[in-house]
């Protein structure tokens, strides 16, 4: 990953983030030496939150099938909560 610094924005403005982003997927930015922040090229963000997506959807598959989740409606999980809610007040 390439990286640019705060002053090669300063400087260049978005046209180093252009540069960079023309070989590389992301750049970082740095701060007084310190990486801060990544960019990166609006389709690649969209490609990685997918990925993230699928990750989740997959994660609440194994959940459900391990029985650590509840398969239900809108309908039923909203008197599955109003239950839940009596018993805490009677408590």
Same mark, same amino acid.
């Given at each position: 990953? $390439?990286?640019? /610094?705060? $002053? #090669?924005?300063?400087?260049?403005?978005?046209?180093?983030?252009? #540069?960079?982003?023309?070989? *590389?997927? !992301?750049? /970082?930015?740095?701060?007084?030496?310190? =990486?801060?922040?990544?960019?990166?090229?609006?389709? *690649?963000?969209?490609?990685?939150?997918?990925? =993230?997506l #699928?990750?989740?959807?997959?994660?609440?598959?194994v959940?459900?099938?391990?029985?650590?989740?509840?398969? !239900?409606?809108?309908? =039923?999980?909203?008197?599955r909560?109003?239950?839940?809610? *009596? *018993?805490?007040? =009677?408590?």
């Amino acid at each position: 990953m $390439n990286q640019l /610094t705060a $002053n #090669d924005l300063k400087v260049r403005g978005v046209a180093a983030i252009e #540069d960079v982003l023309a070989s *590389q997927t !992301e750049a /970082t930015i740095s701060v007084r030496g310190k =990486e801060r922040f990544v960019v990166m090229d609006v389709a *690649q963000y969209h490609y990685l939150r997918e990925c =993230e997506l #699928d990750a989740a959807l997959a994660q609440s598959k194994v959940d459900l099938a391990a029985g650590l989740a509840i398969r !239900e409606s809108a309908a =039923e999980h909203m008197a599955r909560m109003d239950r839940l809610l *009596q *018993q805490d007040a =009677e408590h």
